[in-house]
């Protein structure tokens, strides 16, 4: 499972709920929520499965969703998986998803991981224009960001014009693995082309699966408060 945690003040924090993840679960992380329709509230989160460590055998990890049963969301259904792993000579995994809709629209961006023979990540996204609990699998648009890419968090700017936010990695070797730093590209015809990346400066040094939302001016008024 993973934990909802909440905080009227930004300082005091205190557990809220436990969301179950699949049975078979050896890890979960990256929840990412949607609220789908302005009405529905989902999280999308990355699960492993398998009866040993996946990180060192590269089993199974793919994307899962799941939504809230009652209204104080303390309590959370079964988590249903979103994506399927390809089979073949190449192990490939779905990790990071970030999940957003635009009116009729769902996309799904997320990290996709091949082991061949170390691991390195590119990402990718999906449409559909089904419901977020029946599953992806449309065609697929890869933009061009490079390898060792991953946690996607998209935010619109305007009409048809959005920015990905994006991971880059410095190391190919998965046991010497850090953040490089924090990348970005931008679509200005409905994810139909994307600019170069480029880097986001004026972070920490080796910022790691920030998640980008927009908050009203007084919120932001309170961050430097605190600081």
Known sequence: ????????????????????????????????????NNKYLYIIVTEELGTTDP?????????????????????????????NRNNGNTVVNRIDGFMMQEQSMLYLFYAKRYKIPFWHNEVEFTSSSISPQTGFDSVTYSGNWG?????????????????????????????????????YTETHDNFQTWTDVFVLNGLHPHPKHGT??????????LFYKIK
Request: proline content about 4%.
């Open 212 to 221: 980008i939302i927009k908050i009203k001016k007084t919120l932001i008024n």
């Open 147 to 183: 390898y060792y890419m991953e946690a996607p968090s998209l935010i619109k700017l305007g009409e048809n014009s959005y920015r990905l936010y994006l991971d880059h990695y410095d190391k190919s070797d998965s046991n010497d693995k850090k953040a490089f730093n924090i990348v």
């Open 55 to 83: 990180y060192i055998n590269f089993e199974e990890w793919n994307l899962y969703i799941t939504y809230p049963t009652s209204n104080n969301l303390k309590t959370w259904s079964t988590p249903k998986r979103i994506t």
């Open 1 to 36: 499972s993973f934990r909802i945690i909440r905080s009227a003040n930004l300082l005091d924090w205190q557990f809220w709920a436990d969301v179950p993840t699949d049975t078979n679960a050896y890890y979960s992380w990256a929840p990412e929520f949607l609220l789908y």
